[in-house]
């Protein structure tokens, strides 16, 4: 749980209603020549009846294509991307158990993630809490970008810690290259200067509706192969994969194909890091809890920080 409240807006909108339709007046009929015999307006009447009828089909038509709209617009997705981050679903579907014994953890390195919940993150703090590496949420879906990125991302670099950004990956909503693309082009990019983390993939439960987002299993393994290749070409690097060992075994069918690529970032809230996705022998990063003396969630880079370096090196 994420320990920074966040304040919501709420902006209002005002359409000014459509004046009524004006229809044109009915041409004045000519005068009618009365019938010898026939009493005075008998005849007008009866010549003016059909046309008043078919001008009052008309209106009635005019008015009803005036009412319907040719079509109804299929309403916009209601997102929020405010609450949504990597771990954001992860207790209600897992739970919490205990936390890992950090005597017992042999040559970790601690780290922390952040997404706008936290707003402006006291980094220098953070560093004297022991923290040497973040990553921050970038984006989501292809509309999104995180409002504090630049306070975030820039300011635990400026304090001395190996930063990376990552993507809340919405899969139903747009191709895995597009997402990438938003991705790399909002903060989402690489260098090799010792510093910077391979990009990630936060690719967990759906926070909007169906736990797959409604994809088949192999959708799901082409939507991720497509997103961590467009990543590659545009960075040179393959990104890392967030993500728990339930939802990866029931969304994907527990995918063997990216343990040799793609870097593991593992959530499990518990004791112990537990079974790992299929093709991963071992977990890079570890997020072991969602709370805890960082900000935002807590997690280890499993070794020293010389391999730490290494990993943002390439």
């Known amino acids: 749980m994420h320990s920074t409240s966040r304040s ?66 299929r309403p916009a997705p209601v997102l929020h991307p405010e609450q949504d981050f990597a ?18 953890l042999v040559a970790q390195t601690k780290g ?9 993150v006291a980094w220098s703090t953070a560093a004297a809490n022991g923290a040497r590496f ?35 990956a919405l899969p139903n909503v747009s191709s895995g290259a597009a997402q990438a693309n938003w991705f790399v082009g909002h903060g989402g990019g690489w260098s090799g200067d010792g510093k910077t983390l ?11 509706g169906a736990t797959c987002y409604g994809l088949s299993q192999s959708a799901m393994v082409n939507w991720i192969r497509d997103f961590s290749n467009t990543v590659h070409s545009r960075t040179g690097r393959y990104p ?8 990866w075994s029931t969304c994907t069918g527990n995918n063997a194909g990216f343990g040799a690529t793609n870097p593991l970032w593992i959530a499990r809230y518990a004791s112990a890091v537990g079974t790992l996705p299929a093709g991963w022998s071992y977990q890079t990063i570890w997020q072991y809890a969602d709370s805890g003396t960082l900000p ?17 090196k390439g």
């Open 8 to 73: 919501a807006r709420t902006v209002s909108t005002g359409t000014a209603p459509l004046p009524p339709a004006t229809l044109p007046p009915a041409p004045t009929p000519a005068a009618p020549t009365r019938p010898a015999g026939r009493a005075a307006g008998t005849g007008a009447r009866t010549r003016r009846l059909p046309r008043l009828a078919a001008t009052a089909l008309a209106a009635g038509a005019l008015l009803a294509g005036a009412a319907a709209p040719a079509q109804a617009a």
């Open 198 to 208: 391979p990009p990630a993939l936060d690719i967990e439960y759906n926070p909007y």
């Open 112 to 120: 922390m993630d952040v997404s706008s919940y936290q707003g402006n």
């Open 87 to 104: 771990g954001s679903t992860v207790a209600a579907h897992e739970g919490r158990g205990a936390l890992p014994d950090a005597q017992s």
């Open 240 to 247: 890392t994969i967030y993500t728990t060992t339930n939802w």
């Open 134 to 168: 973040a990553y921050v949420k970038a984006t989501e879906g292809t509309t999104y970008t995180n409002p504090y990125f630049t306070q975030q991302y820039n300011g635990s670099y400026n304090s001395g810690l190996i930063r990376g950004a990552y993507h809340f």
């Open 296 to 312: 935002g969630d807590q997690n280890w880079f499993n070794g020293a920080y010389d391999r730490l370096q290494a990993l943002a």
